[in-house]
């Protein structure tokens, strides 16, 4: 682009129809807030600079949206201007104006259109070429509410006329505004200047500029579109989960394109980033959370909760496994059998070949090739050698009230079930812990260690017996 863009996007409305406490740009689409998806896709553009209109619940929406722009590792300044009282969406961008730079192109977005394309409005800004005030458009088989697109005979844009201003004829029209608009900011600036609010809602409305542009001779263009999940808002929460079925279609259709094989497209959720070899195969009810990486050959199965980790090549996580690395991340070695109901939080390394079996919890801990845990077990802060057998209902008791520390079971260790390992310790390669024991203090390698209370038995011995009733 030969001229530099400035995003505005109004956010500002109440979102009454969301019936919510929670601004309604705040809603998540695929687990992101409506205004941050905006705020991304305008990242993508590289624009100058972005200015997010607040107004209705203005300090829970610039909190929720102050994370840093990035676009293509460089930052994009963002600031937030207040709309306070809000009178209409030309009044909206009206407290933009003063920080919007005359050299450039403003373009106006909406924090409720989760779903636009980059490349969709790189098109909308190419058209305006800093000279021309280009709307984004779609035809609608039922455009009851919007903004209708009124054309001369020629074809030519002459006006948009809001839904409830509209006569009979031009509700006729199919043709909607979107809501986008990119329009060279120094022409933005006179004719935001000449807005009024005499319409039926009382509103200075931005779509009155169309009106302005033609009367001072600017090239109006309409650059319609066919896809409108592209322009659909977000009203009320049936919209919002319309929109995000709709957006987990496309998502899953794209995953089988190339060649994700999914049981069924209509029941999986996408909502980070998923990225997968060959021959992965997702059975239902999976929901993907931040950013999981998938090798070759790896199955999924039904009803997995699979965040921010890398599951390696051949490795098989069978049903109700919840993995989640958070910022620590995690990852599930080649050839490796987790689960059903394994549960693998922030830090779990596991090697190769690793089993961790139902009711298992794994917490920053590395556990090398071939290392089982297969039943009700904890590990948290261990270091787990090759093969190691960690038996059925054993901890590690890595945790004194204050501090954590680290347990370290060496190569070839077999822990018996129902062992207690406190922390700090570690357990000598090639050793065995009898089952039942509590493990206070380092074992030598090779040793068989056993802390539990010595067995005694009483010969024939006779339990109480109940008295008899009345007695
Ligand atoms: C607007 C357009 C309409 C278009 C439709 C597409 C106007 C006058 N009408 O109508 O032509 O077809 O979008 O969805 O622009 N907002 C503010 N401050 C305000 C009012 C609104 O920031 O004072 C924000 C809202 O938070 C929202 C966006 O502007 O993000 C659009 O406002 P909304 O009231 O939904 O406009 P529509 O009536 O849908
Ligand atoms: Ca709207």
């Known amino acids: 682009m030969s001229f530099p863009v400035d995003v505005v996007v109004m956010a500002a409305g109440k979102g009454t129809r969301m019936k919510s406490q929670k601004p309604k740009v705040l809603h998540r689409l695929a687990g992101r807030a409506l205004a941050q998806r905006v705020l991304d896709t305008a990242a993508g553009l590289n624009a100058r600079s972005v200015v997010v209109i607040t107004g209705h619940g203005a300090d829970q929406v610039e909190a929720g949206l102050r994370a840093p722009l990035l676009a293509s590792g460089a930052a994009v300044p963002l600031q937030f201007v207040r709309q306070e009282p809000q009178l209409g969406t030309g009044h909206a961008v009206q407290q933009a104006e003063p920080v919007l730079p005359d050299d450039g192109v403003t373009l106006v977005l909406s924090g409720d259109v989760p779903l636009t394309e980059a490349a969709t409005l790189q098109a909308l800004l190419s058209a305006c070429a800093g000279q021309h005030l280009a709307l984004l458009t779609l035809n609608m088989p039922d455009p009851a509410g919007y903004g209708r697109i009124v054309r001369a005979a020629d074809g030519a844009v002459q006006a948009i006329v809001e839904h409830k201003d509209a006569s009979d004829t031009q509700r006729a029209i199919t043709e909607i505004y979107s809501g986008i608009m990119a329009v060279p900011t120094r022409l933005l600036r006179g004719w935001l200047a000449r807005l009024d609010n005499r319409n039926a809602q009382n509103e200075y409305y931005l779509t009155d500029v169309v009106k302005f542009a033609v009367a001072d001779g600017c090239v109006v263009l309409g650059h319609c579109i066919s896809d409108a999940l592209q322009v659909a808002g977000v009203n009320s929460p049936v919209q919002l989960a319309a929109l995000e079925r709709a957006h987990q279609r496309r998502v899953a259709h794209a995953l089988m394109e190339q060649g994700v094989r999914l049981a069924d497209p209509a029941r999986i959720d996408l909502r980070g980033t998923l990225e997968c ?195």
């Open 277 to 471: 070899g060959q021959d992965v195969d997702i059975d239902v009810n999976c929901v993907f959370d931040g950013c999981v990486r998938i090798g070759d050959g790896v199955r999924i199965g039904a009803n997995c909760v699979i965040a921010n980790c890398r599951i390696e090549a051949g490795a098989v996580i069978h049903p109700f496994t919840h993995i989640d690395g958070e910022q620590a991340g995690a990852t599930v070695g080649a050839g490796a059998l987790i689960g059903p109901f394994a549960r693998l939080r922030p830090g779990a390394q596991l090697g190769a070949e690793v089993h961790i079996g139902n009711f298992v919890e794994v917490k920053n801990s590395t556990m090398a090739r071939g290392a089982k845990a297969n039943h009700l077990a904890y590990l948290g802060d261990a270091t787990v050698g090759e093969r190691v057998n960690y038996g059925a209902g054993s901890i590690t008791a890595n945790y004194d009230g204050a501090n954590k520390h680290r347990t370290v079971i060496e190569a070839d260790v077999h822990i018996g079930s129902n062992c207690v390992l406190v922390a700090p310790v570690t357990i000598g390669a090639g050793g065995t812990v009898g089952g039942g024991s509590t493990i206070t203090k380092n074992t030598e390698p090779g040793a068989l260690s056993v802390a539990r209370g010595k067995q005694t038995s009483v010969a024939n011995y006779q339990r109480p017996q109940k008295k008899p009733a009345g007695g």
